[in-house]
């Protein structure tokens, strides 16, 4: 029941208040303690705005989202709200404002269930990382939802809420997206403004969208999009109708080699995705095997940079202005040192230190504008594979979602990353689709990605993509 | 690559991180492994190549001057540690 915004808004037209709908959610929050998805639920503020919203539709006065009922991951802001990036660093941290993505939203009438766990500062693929706990998936409690934004995937598919936003630096919506069997979309860099979302790397992150129906994730997203004064980096190009999806006509679509033949890859996801090739084929799109000789390099690129910006990123949580403050720390410097040392966790600190040490004198060039160079060659291919297709396809996971602690080293944990970082790193957008399941029953996604701010394209033809759905 | 314990230590400072002496032999390995990691970039040739520094395709974002508050000092003192009426405080300086 109320699985999307569909069924929400046919309850609401057959009578069904919105506060009804919300209690509902509530009840499923509370069969789902154990899965530890929410950090906090907004228990007061979800009443007082859905009797508000109630009293909208009553006056015909509701906006686009009247009734949607949606969960944030705890790095986006919402005014007058906790948010914590699921770090003790920001323990008790109020917002002073609301982030420009959830503004429109809120605009439209959408309200706030609750903030949702994550890895520390969006910083890991399992949900492991965070101060407040594991997520356990919903499907499996033994498994990992994914992550970063794990909470916000378990969120959908445990039917807390309609949709739920996340963010994706370098796979954190599409990766649990796919071990949750959800929809998960990271839209292109700048089509979303990032004011208000916990940077983590500023020029990777990209809010995103979690949801059960592909027409839930193109209409939030469509939405959310657009120019914001308040992001520079955010894009003037004008929003299209994402929520209405045009006919697919035949196809062009690019397929890695590499990706094909990855060692990574587990024989299902290999035998779901080449079955799926064929029957594209079979509809008559053309299918085109191509080399992509930077597969390799693309989570090393990734790992330079992003670990350089959140070294700067994170230089402002000093223990003075707001967040943690250690006890015992005798001027200064020492404020700074304990308070970042003992409110940070290890995989932050890892990568602060990765970060400092690329930036550092005499490993900047070797590392940081290697990466930079890297990255404009990446870029370029990219957009070389767009002049000839209009996607390319992968599975989002070289496999479905792993059990809790199995995998403990850091390079083999950012090895998950391995199809999703390339998005982040030429800017393009990217979609998983809750396409296909492996023997056990455990889903895991066809990540679609479109050529820079063809959103528009890449939901129409999700929308085509969805009938192959394997249930 | 090989990284020593005192660079470890010099990075630790850089970041204003502590670590502790039984942390410091994790702390060396892992960096050490995600250093031999990003050292696969040097199979990528970029003779010649501009870093790529901006994403995005915005050029002269500009907008008018106009003065706004965007938070007030009560509010910016509202998530400090320690404060008082108008100041963060901070642990003494200077003995």
Redesign the interface.
């Known amino acids: 029941m109320y699985k999307n915004f569909a069924e929400v808004k046919n309850a609401i037209t057959s009578g069904v208040s919105v506060l009804e709908i919300v209690h509902y959610y509530l009840q499923n929050i509370e069969k789902n303690k154990e899965c530890n998805i929410f950090l906090e639920v907004f228990s007061d503020s979800i009443l007082t705005q859905a009797k508000l919203v109630d009293q909208k539709i009553k006056n015909k006065q509701a906006g686009r989202l009247a009734g949607l009922v949606i969960a944030i991951k705890d790095n986006i802001c919402y005014k007058d709200h906790r948010v914590s990036a699921s770090s003790k660093i920001l323990k008790n941290f109020c917002s002073l404002y609301t982030s420009t993505a959830l503004q429109r939203l809120l605009d439209e009438d959408a309200i706030v269930i609750g903030r949702t766990n994550c890895d520390e500062f969006a910083m890991g693929s399992s949900n492991e990382n965070s101060a407040y706990g594991h997520v356990k998936n919903p499907l499996n409690l033994n498994k990992v939802p994914g992550g970063s934004s794990g909470g916000s995937a378990a969120a959908v598919i445990a039917n807390t809420c309609t949709v739920s936003l996340g963010s994706d630096t370098g796979g954190s919506v599409r990766q649990p997206a796919s071990f949750t069997g959800t929809f998960g979309v990271k839209p292109t860099y700048g089509r979303v403004s990032r004011f208000g979302l916990i940077a983590y790397a500023s020029s990777f992150d990209q809010i995103g969208v979690f949801a059960n129906t592909l027409e839930d994730t193109a209409l939030v997203t469509e939405i959310m999009s657009g120019k914001d004064s308040l992001d520079s980096t955010c894009s003037s190009k004008q929003v299209e109708k994402y929520s209405v999806f045009e006919k697919t006509e035949k196809k062009k679509i690019a397929v890695f080699k590499e990706v094909l033949h990855n060692e990574h890859l587990t024989e299902d996801v290999k035998n779901s995705f080449s079955s799926l090739l064929n029957n594209l084929k079979n509809e008559g799109h053309e299918i085109n095997e191509i080399s992509f000789p930077y597969l390799d390099v693309l989570v090393p690129t990734y790992y330079v940079l992003t670990t350089a910006e959140a070294s700067s990123n994170l230089s402002r949580f000093d223990g003075v202005h707001y967040g943690y403050r250690s006890k015992d720390a005798v001027g200064v410097e020492e404020t700074y040192k304990k308070s970042r040392s003992e409110g940070f966790g290890i995989e932050v600190k890892r990568r602060i230190m990765s970060g400092t040490f690329v930036l550092s004198h005499g490993f900047y060039d070797a590392y940081y504008t290697k990466a930079q160079q890297v990255r404009r060659i990446i870029k370029e291919k990219t957009k070389e594979i767009f002049s000839n297709n209009d996607f390319i396809l992968s599975p989002t996971t070289p496999n479905s979602a792993f059990e809790i602690n199995s995998v403990k080293d850091p390079i083999q944990m950012y090895l998950q990353d391995i199809f999703t970082v390339h998005a982040n790193l030429s800017g393009n957008p990217a979609i998983s689709l809750p396409l296909f399941k492996d023997k056990d029953g455990f889903p895991f996604g066809l990540q679609v990605v479109a050529n820079n701010f063809f959103e528009k394209e890449l939901f129409s033809f999700s929308n085509y993509l969805v009938k192959f759905r394997n249930d | 690559m090989k990284?020593d314990k005192s660079t470890?230590l010099?990075?630790?400072h850089?970041?204003?991180?502590?670590?502790k002496e039984e942390e410091l032999n994790q702390?060396q390995e892992?960096?050490e492994?995600?250093?031999d990691?990003?050292?696969?970039?040097?199979?990528?040739d970029?003779t010649g190549?501009?870093?790529?520094?901006?994403?995005?395709?915005?050029i002269n974002?500009l907008?008018e001057d106009n003065a706004v508050e965007?938070?007030t000092q009560k509010?910016?003192l509202?998530?400090?540690?320690?404060k008082d009426s108008d100041y963060?405080r901070?642990?003494?300086?200077k003995g």
């Open positions: 990284i470890v010099h990075i630790a850089l970041a204003r991180l502590e670590v702390m892992d960096l492994k995600i250093t990691f990003m050292d696969l970039l040097n199979k990528v970029t190549v501009e870093p790529l520094i901006f994403m995005t395709e915005e974002v907008r965007s938070i509010d910016a509202k998530n400090a540690a320690h963060f901070i642990p003494k300086v």
